[in-house]
């Protein structure tokens, strides 16, 4: 679903050493230790700005789970990108693509109770997009109820930006202290991978991205903060900061999915 970009000579890794679940035949799958951590990736295809493509959130999960896998992908068994999200709060801006907040929830508790269903016991959705942050929770909250009798289930949820080494990002030279939208972050990567489909971004006035309106949660919708659709400081993208970033969220992603599978079958603390 998601290999169309990955043709450029920058990207292409051959994929044969990885357990990839959509190359696999269903005794193969039958036949792994149940044991073996599950990856679900789920990002969104939305308005990301008058620069950046609307697959971004999905193009960028794409390519940290790629370097992930690339890592401890035999002994993690990787779904395809479920490439359509929770983005309902975008779709003042044409071309947004979301799925029904419940029906989300749904399609996420749906994809978790299929792999309980065969037997599989560490179930991880890695997330790309910041509307999938409720949803994804709740998915694994209410899977967990259902199963409450169990005490061999790992059920994790985790979005890529929060895997980085916030202590390491301070040395990139980023001027933004954390992920916003379409925005110096966001803008670095698409630059990296797929610099052909990047717009005017130097001419990108910024938008402050706020500060999520604490201590209160509030209902919001995009427009109501951003006109043309970003926040945060595309301008000041570079591919090398965007190379930087990737690194350091696939080797996150590598130190959690390792502690997956170093997993002890009983706390999770470390
Ligand atoms: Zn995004």
Redesign the pocket.
């Known amino acids: 679903m998601i290999d169309w970009w990955k043709s450029s000579e920058l990207t292409f890794v051959p994929q044969t050493h990885t357990m990839q679940l959509a190359e696999l035949t269903w005794p193969a799958v039958q036949a792994l230790h149940k044991d073996t951590p599950v990856v679900f990736p789920i990002a ?1 295809l939305e308005q ?1 700005g008058h620069h950046l493509p609307l697959f ?2 999905s193009m960028l999960l794409g390519e940290i789970v790629r370097r992930a896998s690339t890592v401890v992908g035999d002994r993690v068994l990787f779904a395809p990108l479920t490439w359509l999200g929770n983005s309902d709060h975008h779709l003042d801006f044409p071309g947004t693509l979301s799925a029904p907040p419940r029906a989300y929830l749904d399609l996420l508790n749906g994809l978790l109770e299929n792999f309980v269903q065969h037997g599989f016991r560490r179930l991880v959705f890695i997330n790309g ?1 910041g509307g999938n942050d409720v949803p994804g929770k709740q998915a694994i909250f209410e899977v967990r109820q259902r199963h409450r009798q169990r005490n061999d289930l790992l059920l994790l949820f985790a979005t890529y930006w929060n895997l980085a080494d916030s202590s390491r990002l301070t040395e990139f030279g980023l001027c933004q202290r954390e992920m916003s ?2 925005c110096e972050w ?1 803008t670095s990567m698409i630059l990296r991978i797929a610099p052909q489909l990047v717009r005017d971004f130097q001419g990108v006035e910024p938008v402050e991205p706020g500060t999520g309106f604490a201590p209160a949660a509030r209902g919001w919708i995009t427009k109501e903060r951003t006109a043309a659709g970003h926040l945060g400081y595309p301008h000041e993208a570079s591919a090398e900061k965007g190379e930087a970033l990737l690194r350091e969220f696939s080797d996150g992603l590598t130190v959690l999915l390792r502690r997956v599978i170093a997993w002890d079958g009983k706390g999770w603390n470390g």
């Open positions: 969104a990301h971004t959130d997009h939208h379409a966001e």
